[in-house]
């Protein structure tokens, strides 16, 4: 019966605050850019912190709390990144509401950690991408050229 009561008060003042964010949209607004102005470089880092700590959180999740490449077990928070382990990122990252950056980590906390994701260094992700677009190219070609394969990864010869 308590937690129903505080569910319904927690509805209550939802329902109040939407309807007054509505009603002084541009009061808010003004406040906000004022505010924003005298307060840039607190409002700056806060942000960063806040990034920060969501970034972490994420990469231990998918790490399982060893905060280190899957794969070379590289410790340098700066060196891990998010990968798709299907390799189909920059196509999920076109998604609405998937984004990139703040906005990924974002996404993820928001779907409960879904499937599919690793914890990489750079290097292991580049070497993974190298290792996808040859076997793409073996697949299509054959036999890949080591021009062929340099090429495909943008580099000029």
């Not at 920059?90 to 409960?112: C, D, M, S």
């Not at 040859?134 to 080591?146: I, S, W």
Request: some cysteine; overall charge positive.
């Amino acid at each position: 019966m308590e937690q129903f009561l505080s569910d319904l008060a927690r509805e209550k003042r939802i329902r109040y605050s939407k309807k007054y964010h509505a009603e002084h949209r541009e009061q808010m607004i003004a406040h906000h850019r004022i505010y924003y102005e005298e307060h840039r470089e607190e409002v700056k880092q806060d942000a960063r912190e806040r990034t920060q700590k969501l970034r972490l959180r994420v990469i231990k999740h998918y790490s399982e709390g060893k905060m280190c490449c899957g794969i070379c077990e590289e410790e340098r928070l700066p060196c891990l990144s998010i990968d798709h382990i299907d390799g189909r990122g920059a196509e999920h990252r076109r998604q609405p509401g998937v984004g990139k950056g703040t906005g990924f980590y974002l996404w993820i906390v928001r779907n409960n950690f879904p499937e599919g994701f690793q914890i990489l260094c750079m290097n292991c992700q580049f070497i993974k991408r190298y290792e996808q677009n040859y076997k793409r190219e073996e697949q299509e070609v054959g036999k890949v050229t080591a021009e062929k394969l340099l090429t495909s990864i943008g580099v000029e010869l």
